[in-house]
């Protein structure tokens, strides 16, 4: 792994370490569709079978990851790009890639304001 971090610079990762951040995202992506449908419910016994069921608070499609995975794709895709994480151009697009996730799963529909908004409450 090279890092310049004078400013600006980019990360460039191993093959190896690549492929870690790819099994990071798929592992994620997989935890939280799991839990998706356990979501804001009571705490389950120890005896109760677990699977990927769905439903949820949200009742999430069996298999589908939550905002929780969705934010952290968009946040990768940022990064990867080699976006300065702590730059408000890229907290902008992180919070954009959220409102559209948002509209397109959840029916919420988010102004340009709204985005700043967003991107200066989660990224503080």
Same mark, same amino acid.
């Given at each position: 792994?090279?890092?310049?971090?004078?400013?600006?610079?980019?990360?460039?990762?191993?093959? *190896?370490?690549?492929?870690? %951040?790819? @099994?990071? $995202?798929?592992?994620? =992506?997989?935890? #939280?569709?799991?839990?998706? !449908?356990?979501?804001?419910?009571?705490?389950?016994?120890?005896?109760?079978?677990?699977?990927?069921?769905?439903?949820?608070?949200?009742?999430?499609?069996?298999?589908?990851?939550?905002?929780?995975?969705?934010?952290?794709?968009?946040? *990768?895709?940022?990064?990867? %790009?080699? @976006?300065? $994480?702590?730059?408000? =151009?890229?907290? #902008?697009?992180?919070?954009? !890639?959220?409102?559209?996730?948002?509209?397109?799963?959840?029916?919420?529909?988010?102004?340009?304001?709204?985005?700043?908004?967003?991107?200066?409450?989660?990224?503080?």
């Amino acid at each position: 792994m090279t890092t310049n971090h004078s400013g600006g610079g980019r990360t460039t990762l191993s093959p *190896a370490q690549r492929d870690r %951040a790819a @099994g990071v $995202l798929v592992a994620t =992506a997989a935890g #939280d569709a799991l839990g998706a !449908g356990y979501e804001f419910g009571p705490p389950l016994s120890k005896s109760t079978p677990v699977g990927m069921v769905g439903g949820g608070g949200f009742q999430w499609a069996p298999g589908e990851w939550t905002d929780d995975t969705s934010m952290a794709v968009v946040i *990768a895709r940022c990064a990867a %790009a080699g @976006g300065d $994480l702590r730059s408000e =151009a890229v907290q #902008d697009q992180i919070a954009q !890639g959220w409102i559209d996730w948002a509209t397109d799963r959840l029916g919420v529909c988010l102004t340009s304001s709204d985005t700043t908004f967003v991107s200066r409450t989660i990224m503080r």
